[in-house]
């Protein structure tokens, strides 16, 4: 995790991103890029599962979408128009919107 922290953020992977955002680390920075990959393809993996990058996302402390507002609604933008989601990511998905 520590060589993560060092890495350039532009080189940073989707498995790089799901295990920092995992871990709470610089989720003001590293949103921003999450939420680029999602845009472009909602169920992006890392090194988990299909999807995993949208887990690492939905599963944020909602206290951190209040000091991120537009980031906030830019992901639930994102997750309201996906259907056919796995079991997982749909409870996951419905909880984040209820918020």
Do not use: C, Y
Request: hydrophobic share 50%; net charge negative.
């Amino acid at each position: 995790m520590h060589k993560l922290r060092r890495r350039p953020i532009r080189e940073l992977t989707v498995e790089d991103l799901r295990l920092l955002i995992r871990q709470n680390v610089g989720l003001a920075h590293l949103l921003p890029l999450a939420l680029e990959v999602l845009r472009d393809d909602p169920m992006a993996a890392g090194d988990m599962f299909e999807g995993d990058l949208l887990s690492a996302v939905l599963a944020i402390n909602p206290a951190v979408w209040e000091q991120l507002p537009s980031l906030g609604r830019e992901l639930t933008m994102i997750v309201s128009k996906l259907t056919d989601l796995p079991p997982s990511l749909m409870h996951d998905t419905a909880t984040f919107l209820a918020r």
